[in-house]
Structures are given as structure tokens and as C-alpha cells.
């Protein structure tokens, strides 16, 4: 049985919550979510270059589950670049 899930440490909501394709036809693309907490950690890895024991402490989680955290949000940012869906970032288990 699956531990209790913890409350991950966000610094602040996203600026923006949507992202995708210009618009080539009347159809809407597929979308990809993104969890808040998915978001902040690709913000503190790539973004702002720390390395992975310091994410994690950040954001008051171990480093496995920052791993998979981080390994979990680049699968989707791929898959909406590659396939053109729009990205929502939404929801996920956070705290400011």
C-alpha cells in the first residue's frame, strides 16, 4: 500500500496556465497536463540550474520523487511539442 502522498512546495502559481500551437485549422489540439507541481520542477531544474538534491529540499520531497517528477513533466512537454498539443498547467499536490 502506497504511502501517504506529501504536499510538494511550489514558490508561486504559474504566470501562465496554456501553451500550444498557432492555430492551423478550425480544430482544437489535444492537450497535455501538466500538474503545478510537475511545472515547478522542470522551473528549478532547467530553468534555474540546480542540481537535483537541491530541488528536492526546495521543494520539501526526496529526490526519487523529484526524479520522477521532473522525468514525468519532459515526457509531456515532448509529446505536446512533437505531436502539437497544447500544454495546460493544472492541479497536482502543492503548497505556496
Known amino acids: 500500500?502506497?504511502?501517504?502522498?506529501?504536499?510538494?512546495?511550489?514558490?508561486?502559481?504559474?504566470?501562465?496556465?496554456?501553451?500550444?500551437?498557432?492555430?492551423?485549422?478550425?480544430?482544437?489540439?489535444?492537450?497535455?497536463?501538466?500538474?503545478?507541481?510537475?511545472?515547478?520542477a522542470v522551473r528549478l531544474?532547467?530553468?534555474?540550474?540546480?542540481?537535483?538534491s537541491e530541488c528536492a529540499a526546495m521543494m520539501d520531497i526526496s529526490q526519487p520523487t523529484f526524479h520522477r517528477l521532473v522525468i514525468s513533466a519532459?515526457?509531456?512537454?515532448?509529446?505536446?511539442?512533437t505531436h502539437g498539443k497544447t500544454i495546460k498547467i493544472m492541479g497536482g499536490n502543492y503548497r505556496l
Not at 519532459?74 to 511539442?81: G, P, S, V, W
Open 1 to 40: 500500500m502506497p504511502g501517504r502522498r506529501r504536499c510538494r512546495r511550489v514558490g508561486h502559481e504559474p504566470a501562465f496556465t496554456s501553451f500550444g500551437p498557432a492555430r492551423a485549422g478550425s480544430s482544437e489540439p489535444e492537450e497535455a497536463v501538466l500538474s503545478v507541481d510537475e511545472f515547478e
Open 45 to 52: 531544474k532547467d530553468l534555474e540550474g540546480h542540481d537535483q
Open 74 to 81: 519532459r515526457r509531456k512537454i515532448a509529446d505536446a511539442l
